[in-house]
């Protein structure tokens, strides 16, 4: 994306924050606010920091890298971006220079956070947003202005409809997951390890393992059933490759997941089985559209997979009778989405309003993140996934609906672990844009 591009989109996103941000103030009966871009992350009894990653409500506004940094949002006023800049040898100092955001902002640089809560000097009337509330209240921000939650709630809320700036930063994020997803293919295809794959993926996406939104999930095999999985072995990759992971530009994360197959191998169900899904994920990318409540998709998800499962004589009842009996419980135990953006799991997917409360998920589907229904402008993944996970298969095997399943078959591809198939989409007025798939059309299921 060129300069060009990002200043013209970025002009548009800033008077689109000004506006959100002032109206937020005003409902809240507040005059001021204080964004923080964080504070660096210590672990216990060690001299080390985890990596750092900014407030979220800061990045919202630039993607100005760095802790300490504040942002002080006054209505009838331009933004005022206090940037701490240390000299510091240990680090690598890069100066701000003119960066294509920088135009619109009252910039100050001072040399420490001390110096920048005096440029700040909040005071009564003004909130503060970010993870040293202490101080922030030493620095005179009123104890009810400390993360007030009407406040950071409908920040949350704004921030679910995405600026075209803001998607396009997404976009891009993808296209560069797509390389590296690329890449990883083709190094599991040529035998790699898991660790090798991974390499192979950071490479061409061009970033460390720090760069990357989440860490990433590189599973060959049976550990393709474990959800989670970040051990990345150095054997060689046998017959399956289960691949989450994603990129980031500007802040902004894209999230992909792919399952790919090696040989002749594995059992041909299961050749099936990873066609049918992404078949299936397509159909679940179709049905998005603005009114659709988001856990519509969970319902039909599971559907579909009954739909497949028993196609394939896993399960011996299909449809919604299936789904409702709980027969997919087992084989697709999380959500099928949620809200994607400056977080991998991005904010206000359960919130109910813009000052605050929560929509619950279904009780047969706790971990569904998004329950609100989608609306243009929304950004979220949509990833169906099919495992045999022992720990879960196992109430079953004795329970009332045993024979419901072939167990036999289970056994048989259980050893390839599982599938899952992931985009980014865009919700528009007439329904969606994938914005992954058209980083890279070769990709299949």
């Known amino acids: 994306m060129d300069e060009q591009t990002l200043r013209s989109g970025y002009g548009s996103h800033l008077l689109t924050r000004i506006e959100k941000a002032e109206a937020a103030l005003a409902a809240s009966g507040l005059e001021a606010m204080v964004l923080h871009a964080g504070t660096p992350l210590r672990y216990h009894a060690d001299d080390m920091e985890a990596p750092f990653r900014p407030n ?4 919202h506004w630039t993607p100005l890298p760095g802790p300490y940094h504040l942002l002080v949002v006054r209505p ?10 240390p000299e510091d040898y240990w680090y690598e100092q890069t100066p701000l220079g003119d960066p294509f955001w920088a135009a619109d902002y009252e910039i100050v640089e001072v040399a420490d956070e001390t110096a920048a809560w005096r440029e700040a ?24 202005g400390l993360n007030p939650a009407e406040l950071v709630a409908r920040l949350d809320w704004d921030r679910s409809y995405k600026t075209a700036y803001e998607v396009a930063c997404i976009e891009e ?55 989670h999985y970040t051990g990345k072995r150095t054997a060689p990759a046998e017959r399956v490759l289960l691949i989450d992971s994603g990129a980031t530009f500007l802040g902004y994360a894209s999230d992909v997941t792919r399952t790919w197959l090696r040989g002749d191998d594995p059992d041909p169900v299961f050749r099936d089985l990873v066609a049918g899904m992404d078949a299936l994920e397509q159909e679940l990318c179709a049905m998005v559209a603005p009114g659709l409540p988001y856990p519509e998709l969970q319902f039909a998800a599971h559907r579909k997979l009954a739909d497949l ?17 709980g027969l997919t419980a087992p084989f697709m135990p999380h959500g099928v989405g949620h809200f994607l953006g400056i977080q991998t799991h991005d904010v206000s997917g359960r919130q109910a309003a813009p000052e605050g409360g929560e929509v619950p998920p279904p009780a047969a589907h706790p971990f569904l993140r998004t ?18 996970i022992e720990m879960l298969l196992r109430p079953y095997r004795e329970g009332e609906q045993k024979d419901q399943f072939d167990w036999s078959l289970i056994e048989r591809l259980a050893p390839w672990g599982g599938v899952r198939i992931e985009d980014d989409l865009l919700a528009t007025a007439y329904g969606s844009r994938n914005l992954t798939r058209p980083t890279n059309p070769a990709w299949p299921g």
């Open 371 to 388: 329950t609100r229904t989608i609306e243009e402008g929304q950004v979220f993944t949509i990833e169906p996934g099919c495992y045999f």
């Open 309 to 325: 499962l028993f196609g394939l004589g896993v399960i011996r009842l299909g449809g919604e009778a299936a789904a409702e009996a």
């Open 173 to 227: 994020a993808g296209r560069l997951a797509g390389l590296g997803h690329e890449a990883a293919r083709r190094a599991f295809l040529a035998g790699a390890s898991e660790l090798e794959i991974h390499h192979a993926y950071v490479r061409a996406a061009g970033c460390v393992d720090a760069g990357l939104p989440y860490e990433s999930i590189v599973a060959t095999d049976g550990k393709g059933a474990i959800l």
């Open 56 to 59: 979220p409500h800061f990045a």
């Open 121 to 144: 000097a909040p005071g009564a009337g003004w909130a503060y947003v970010g993870d040293a509330p202490a101080r922030a209240a030493a620095a005179g921000v009123p104890e009810d």
């Open 76 to 85: 009838g006023r331009r933004p005022r971006l206090i940037r701490v800049a």
